[in-house]
């Protein structure tokens, strides 16, 4: 069977409807030779001969000569049953005149006594049964009545036939049933073979994803699922010689600017702390004044690069970790939506925050939360029209929470919509140097939506303004 495996999957499939057919077949044929054996030995020892009846008559014309005249009365029904066999026969009681007196057969024979006279001691047939008529004499010797008895003179079952009509179905309708069963043998077996290889490439599909390369696939065959293994294989040692430099260089871009911010955050730090001192000091002319207002604001500007430059390492460092704690997320959100609005009130736009069914106390990370939040209102506020507004909106749905945060400024260009969380990207760059932006908020914000188990994406409004969306896991402080 151990070759089989290894064969192509058409021919698996091939051989396996072979034997299927083969199979039943051979157990289709069994299946009748038991039933024609079985329903043999039902005729040779349950069916009773054509004249089993006739033949018990005697017995019952015996026990109506001694009972005589005492049959006649309603009240020695039952004895009589218990002489004649109620599976084979019909009788009926009937009085001098030939009418029913009582008896399992209903039907009026006789028109009249003299009828019955004639019909005393004789064999009649009727609807197809014969019916013996037995005459009651009374004590003065003259005939009180008659007692009929009907019955076949045909083969007849010892027991009833429902269930040999059962077994008799079943016998027809197994042929369907070996099929159904072999077919459903064989698929097993097939799919447990498929089953294997299929298994090892999703696990390695899950290890690229992760990328991690140190994996093998442990499976041989010269068929289809093994040769496409082979190709995977062959693709993972590509994979290993490009993506491992990709990945060795991307993360030692990171470590890169992680270290060049930590280098410029003490610089920076100095040039702003001087320029402050300076001005704070009063002994510069108007002129030094402004040339210091330029240092110390263009110094904390890149005092806050620098800051976001560091996060962004760290988050590529940390991605993954959470440290998850129970909040009440409407006060929460609130309250920090509420840190915005000096900066929101300085260009005239109003913030505002419209929960909806986010009620109770949710385990979330709320350092990342604040992050993710906070780069995108930030964001907004850049770009929102100076007396417009930002919506930020909540609720919870499906274990997660979800925020739609939304501005009234120009919205993104068509195309940009995937860009903007794209590491350093600015739609706006004279726009972006000039307030400070690094083009980290919304790359930082993704990957931190990301590390949640999360999605964000970003769009337009119908009516205008662009729309942030983005859910995070979330699971009930209660559960």
């Not at 590529?316 to 704690?325: I, Y």
């Not at 993704?446 to 964000?456: A, D, M, P, T």
Request: aromatic share 10%.
């Amino acid at each position: 069977m151990k070759k089989i495996a290894h064969w192509s999957l058409k021919s698996q499939f091939t051989l396996g409807f072979a034997l299927i057919l083969a199979l039943s077949l051979a157990a289709t044929v069994i299946t009748y030779a038991f039933g024609v054996l079985l329903f043999t030995r039902m005729e040779n020892s349950s069916v009773y001969p054509a004249n089993f009846y006739e033949k018990q008559i005697p017995g019952i014309k015996e026990y109506i000569r001694e009972e005589n005249t005492a049959l006649l009365d309603p009240s020695r029904r039952e004895a009589l049953e218990a002489q004649v066999p109620a599976a084979g026969f019909l009788y009926q009681v009937v009085d001098g005149e030939g009418d029913y007196i009582y008896g399992t057969l209903h039907d009026q024979i006789f028109a009249g006594k003299r009828q019955l006279y004639d019909k005393l001691n004789t064999v009649t047939g009727l609807r197809g049964r014969y019916v013996q008529t037995v005459p009651v004499i009374g004590g003065d010797g003259r005939i009180s009545g008659a007692v009929l008895l009907s019955y076949t003179l045909s083969p007849t079952y010892a027991e009833g036939r429902g269930w040999l009509a059962a077994v008799y179905i079943a016998i027809l309708l197994s042929p369907f049933f070996y099929i159904l069963l072999f077919t459903l043998l064989f698929a097993r077996r097939i799919a447990g073979r498929m089953n294997e290889p299929i298994r090892m490439l999703m696990q390695a599909s899950r290890k690229i994803a992760d990328k991690d390369l140190d994996f093998t696939i442990e499976y041989r065959s010269g068929n289809e699922l093994g040769q496409l293994c082979a190709a995977f294989a062959q693709m993972q040692e590509e994979l290993r010689s490009s993506l491992s430099a990709q990945w060795r260089l991307e993360r030692e871009k990171a470590e890169m600017v992680e270290a060049l911010a930590h280098d410029l955050k003490t610089p920076v730090s100095l040039i702003s702390g001087y320029a402050e001192a300076l001005l704070e000091s009063g002994a510069a002319d108007d002129k030094q004044r402004r040339y210091l207002s330029v240092i110390h604001d263009n110094a904390q500007k890149s005092a806050g690069l620098v800051r976001q430059l560091q996060y962004s390492a760290e988050v590529e460092r940390l991605e993954g970790r959470l440290d998850v704690s129970p909040v009440e997320l409407i006060p929460w959100t609130g309250k920090l939506v509420g840190q915005f609005e000096p900066a929101a009130r300085d260009k005239g736009i109003r913030l505002l925050f419209h929960p909806e069914g986010a009620d109770g106390v949710y385990r979330i990370d709320t350092e990342k939360l604040e992050r993710i939040l906070g780069n995108i209102i930030s964001n907004s506020i850049s770009y929102a029209s100076e007396g417009g507004r930002i919506e930020v909106g909540l609720k919870t749905q499906e274990r997660q929470v979800l925020y739609r945060i939304r501005d009234t400024g120009p919205g993104f260009k068509p195309g940009e919509e995937k860009k903007v969380f794209a590491r350093f990207y600015r739609a706006d760059k004279a726009r972006g140097q000039a307030e400070g932006h690094s083009g980290l908020g919304l790359y930082i914000a993704k990957r931190l939506v990301e590390s949640h188990g999360g999605w964000i994406k970003a769009g337009n409004a119908e009516d205008g303004g662009a729309v942030v969306t983005f859910a995070i896991a979330a699971a009930d402080a209660e559960e």
